[in-house]
């Protein structure tokens, strides 16, 4: 009865005890007169001024349309006894321009010594959450006037990027691949298209993200744009200019890509054809051509099932996903997952190889490994 009646008193007193009676803290901005898309670094700094119990400090966003806000950090460090400092730090970048408010949920727990023990008493099973009295602090919201953009503009950072072709010569029916290099720091929802439609050519692209890290001044990141480009005459990759904005410099700049010239060399499909019993036409042969590989494809497989069964399965079960059995560390496993296979169904697993590659994970890889497979034989 005495232990109920002295916690009813504590959390009756510790109610009526002011914050600022509690804690001391603040905030800090490092703009408040941000643009759209800019990156604001926010840190909130509590201390201890009540130095009777332990002291824990937790701090949440309230989540909004009007921007886009994740922690980068929180250290919590122990001054002296009983005397604890947390600090914050946020990465909030604008989505609208207008006056906004940032509301955070702000919650101060406290624990006695004795409570705080008991949770390192006895075995690994016997471990328990510690005991604490809750206190929620209102804060004031957070004030950021933010101003809109006078161009429009692409990218929002300080950026650069390259292009790298394989050849500018090729023959009909084969592709032309050229990769886009972005790096920098900034706004990372990009969303560019570099290679515009070119009449007469079939265009296949693909983004892979190398790096995507968030810091004070933004996400650094690396991007790269693949394109497979198909044509049966010669063609040219427009040299591209995508407007950017730089927050740190407050000027308009331009990225501006490489222009190619390809050359195709078309393919004599007459010396395929049997003159007498198909003499040529003169509109196209596009389809005897498609003829002749699927006659190929079909009788290669056709003696190969009826000759060599057992040597062939034997084969491919020896081989099949070599690529991610070999795959030495999780960024090119990563690279060949977004390149050759259906990453919809092996989303989790994506998330544990950004973690290992871009993270601080220590998961296997061996076994992310197995269960991708797994994923993959199941699908089929």
Not at 112 to 122: H, N, T
Not at 221 to 244: G, H, M, P, V
Request: hydrophobic share 40%.
């Amino acid at each position: 009865m005495k232990n109920v009646l002295g916690s009813l008193l504590l959390f009756l007193f510790i109610q009526n005890l002011s914050a600022s009676q509690l804690a001391e803290y603040k905030f800090s901005v490092s703009n408040s007169h941000p643009c759209v898309k800019e990156a604001v670094e926010i840190t909130f700094k509590a201390r201890q001024k009540d130095h009777t119990d332990v002291m824990f400090f937790f701090l949440k966003p309230r989540l909004s349309d009007d921007y886009q806000i994740l922690l980068l950090n929180k250290v919590a460090k122990d001054i002296n006894y009983h005397d604890k400092e947390s600090t914050f730090t946020y990465l909030l970048f604008p989505n609208k321009s207008k006056k906004i408010n940032i509301k955070f949920d702000f919650v101060i727990k406290m624990a006695s010594d004795k409570a705080v023990a008991q949770v390192y008493e006895g075995g690994r099973d016997n471990v328990k959450w510690i005991d604490t009295m809750d206190r929620k602090i209102d804060l004031n919201p957070l004030h950021l006037d933010v101003e809109a953009l006078k161009e429009d503009v692409s990218l929002v950072g300080d950026f650069r990027i390259s292009s790298k072709l394989d050849k500018e010569h090729i023959t009909a029916f084969e592709s032309a691949n050229i990769t886009y290099f972005l790096q920098g720091t900034g706004y990372n929802a990009i969303d560019i298209n570099i290679i515009d439609n070119i009449q007469g050519v079939k265009i296949f692209s693909d983004t892979i993200k190398h790096y995507n890290k968030a810091t004070k001044d933004g996400y650094k990141l690396q991007r790269e744009f693949k394109y497979a480009l198909l044509a049966d005459k010669n063609f040219t990759i427009a040299s591209k200019n995508i407007q950017c904005y730089s927050p740190k410099n407050k000027k308009y700049y331009t990225l501006k890509t490489k222009e190619y010239n390809l050359t195709v060399e078309k393919q004599n499909l007459a010396k395929l054809i049997d003159t007498q019993e198909f003499p040529k036409e003169t509109k196209s042969f596009t389809w005897l051509y498609d003829f002749f590989i699927y006659i190929i494809i079909f009788m290669s497989g056709f003696l190969s099932a009826k000759f060599f069964p057992n040597s062939i399965n034997i084969f491919q079960n020896k081989n099949i996903y070599s690529d991610i059995k070999n795959a030495k560390n999780a960024k090119k496993l990563l690279n060949i997952l977004m390149q050759k296979y259906n990453i919809k169904e092996l989303k989790n697993e994506i998330a544990q190889l950004e973690a290992i590659a871009y993270g601080n994970s220590k998961a296997s890889l061996r076994k992310i490994k197995k269960k991708i497979i797994a994923i993959l034989n199941e699908s089929k």
